[in-house]
């Protein structure tokens, strides 16, 4: 019969990036911003730059965050169910 493998030493707790997230939202809104400031005036190629950053940070944030975000709780999970285990 296979034996279970022991079980992993549990890492310490790590710090909340809420930090992290609030200056990401941030930066973020100022960028819509002057971008939506930059409409009325014509000039449509830093429009265009701005909205290619825009579009590319907002898939970072969302990488980083969720990704952040899905890892811990799946990690909690396999902790929980080995636990019960």
């Given at each position: 019969?296979?034996e279970?493998?022991?079980?992993?030493q549990?890492?310490?707790?790590?710090a909340s990036?809420s930090?992290?997230?609030?200056?990401?939202?941030?930066?973020?809104?100022?960028?819509?911003?002057?971008?939506?400031?930059?409409?009325?005036?014509?000039?449509?190629?830093?429009?265009?730059?701005?909205?290619?950053?825009m579009?590319?940070?907002?898939?970072?944030f969302?990488?980083?965050?969720?990704?952040r975000?899905m890892?811990?709780?799946?990690?909690?999970?396999?902790?929980?169910?080995?636990q019960?285990?």
């Open positions: 019969m296979l279970r493998p022991p079980k992993p549990e890492s310490p707790p790590r990036n930090l992290l997230t609030v200056i990401m939202l941030l930066v973020i809104g100022t960028v819509c911003a002057g971008t939506l400031l930059m409409l009325p005036t014509g000039f449509i190629g830093p429009v265009v730059v701005f909205g290619g950053v579009f590319f940070g907002i898939i970072g969302h990488y980083v965050v969720w990704g975000w890892t811990r709780v799946l990690r909690e999970e396999a902790l929980k169910e080995e019960d285990d």
